[in-house]
DNA sequence: TGTTTAACATACTGATTGGTATATTATGTA
DNA sequence: TACATAATATACCAATCAGTATGTTAAACA
């Protein structure tokens, strides 16, 4: 019972994550998110809880929505399909037309104020899990024959997120697609192979 | 004539620059700044105009401090030699222990509200500026026969610098130096020879 | 020793921040 | 039709934001 709620909290997250995305985390107010969703505060605090309620949700969302290919492209047959996947399907993320360039998890706090330390913190973590199972990826490859054994995997997720995150810098300052994979191919050069 | 100063704008200036350097331009206030130089907000203002004025010559301070070792790189007798001491250099910036991680140009707006876009596009336009030096450095030494003829050196430049981004990113977030130097072990291992 | 000048300290401005109290309106149920 | 419930709209909260007006103090010059 009750009366109904008169907008779709579903779209409301998908907007929410547009303004994050553009403007990050500390940039963005809660004016702005409730003029772009067309909704009043007690309605956004009513559906969400609080700022930074939402914005755990919009990262949800984000992962659920933008970064679900990740796990598909560690399951290419190759370590260096998996890679090359994984880097050209961020760059397609990263440049998607359909909103704000570059990434959630990185333009929404690289630094910020003692207030947001906790969000810049979660960021960090998300990003750790996405390069911990690049990581494990490799390692299974080692295993298989299909990495170098005298390569560190851990070495070479790091150096992969590395570039995926300096992509992610480019992308938000208007970085090109065609540009970023031009990044990729240079990157993906110094791939290591097995001697037989 | 009239009163002393009574405080070093020139140290006050360097107080700002870690201050701006870990909590980013819109996650600084100038309350935070006053505290920290140990000064009232008028002497502040009168000392050096408002708060972007104060950022950008952080900014100066900033690339002329921690930055010049970049001019001196790209002096190196080969290519390879001048990016790997560009790369390595950046790394011992970024995780300097004498001051907050991670680099200045990018901490400082990655992401912002739009009161803050002027600063995020003063960042934007510095980068490039970096990048393009090292595009020219490229250049030359394809003409020197140091740098293959068939690799483009905006391609390269545009790597290294993403490389460096990603280092910056990952130094706020917490990286080693050794780690950050490990990136750049793999990140070189791709650098072109000239056959011959 | 005045007078001028500039930096000092205190207190303030209007605007905006994240978040909420209150009253109204619309709904399902009894 | 009356009641309970939940979402709305309006107006507000204290705190903080960047920036400043004002009065006081300390120095250099005449």
């Not at 990050?24 to 609080?50: C, K, Q």
């Not at 992509?167 to 993906?188: N, T």
Request: hydrophobic residues 40%; contains cysteine.
């Amino acid at each position: 019972m009750g009366r109904h709620r008169e907008f779709d909290p579903d779209e409301a997250l998908h907007i929410a994550l547009q303004v994050f995305r553009r403007r990050g985390y500390e940039g963005t107010s809660i004016s702005d998110l409730t003029e772009a969703m067309g909704i009043t505060r007690p309605s956004l605090y009513a559906a969400f809880g609080n700022k930074e309620d939402l914005f755990r949700r919009t990262l949800d969302l984000y992962e659920r929505q933008h970064l679900c290919f990740a796990h598909e492209a560690l399951q290419a047959p190759t370590a260096q399909e998996a890679v090359e996947r994984l880097l050209r399907g961020y760059v397609d993320v990263l440049t998607d037309p359909m909103g704000p360039p570059g990434c959630l998890g990185v333009n929404g706090a690289v630094a910020c104020s003692e207030a947001s330390e906790a969000i810049r913190e979660e960021l960090i973590a998300r990003r750790m899990v996405n390069e911990n199972n690049l990581r494990d990826r490799l390692e299974k490859a080692r295993c298989n024959g299909d990495f170098p054994s005298n390569e560190d995997p851990a070495d070479w997720a790091r150096y992969v997120v590395s570039v995926g995150l300096g992509m992610a810098v480019r992308a938000a300052s208007g970085a090109s697609r065609e540009e970023l994979h031009r990044v990729v191919d240079v990157a993906l050069r110094s791939w290591p192979t097995v001697s037989r």
